[in-house]
């Protein structure tokens, strides 16, 4: 089976000052990832260097594109080889591009 290599590229990364006020203990460690940041995952692995709870957002989409699948809800992307996934952080969630290269 022919295996792609995916690009994964962190878009924006959103910060709700608001909500971590209401709801969210004080944390010294936040999230590292910053907009524009690149990784590859090869044979749909998870990449060096990528967080634990955004690459389980994103897992199955990596996957189904690292197998040439694709076309996710029926034309949802411009660019069917390609996803939008956010990580499930509530109060800073980062958007990241998922692209078959």
């Not at 936040?30 to 897992?59: F, L």
């Not at 996957?63 to 996710?72: I, Q, S, T, V, Y």
């Amino acid at each position: 089976m022919t295996m792609y290599d995916i690009k994964i590229t962190a878009i924006r990364k959103a910060d709700y000052k608001d909500l971590q006020a209401l709801y969210e203990n004080p944390i010294e460690h936040t999230c590292d990832v910053h907009e524009g940041q690149t990784w590859v995952s090869h044979n749909g692995q998870m990449p060096d260097g990528m967080c634990d709870s955004a690459w389980e957002s994103m897992r199955p989409f990596v996957e189904a594109l690292a197998r040439g699948e694709g076309n996710f809800y029926d034309g949802w992307m411009k660019n069917p080889h390609s996803a939008m996934i956010s990580c499930n952080d509530g109060f800073r969630p980062v958007s990241f591009l998922l692209e078959r290269v």
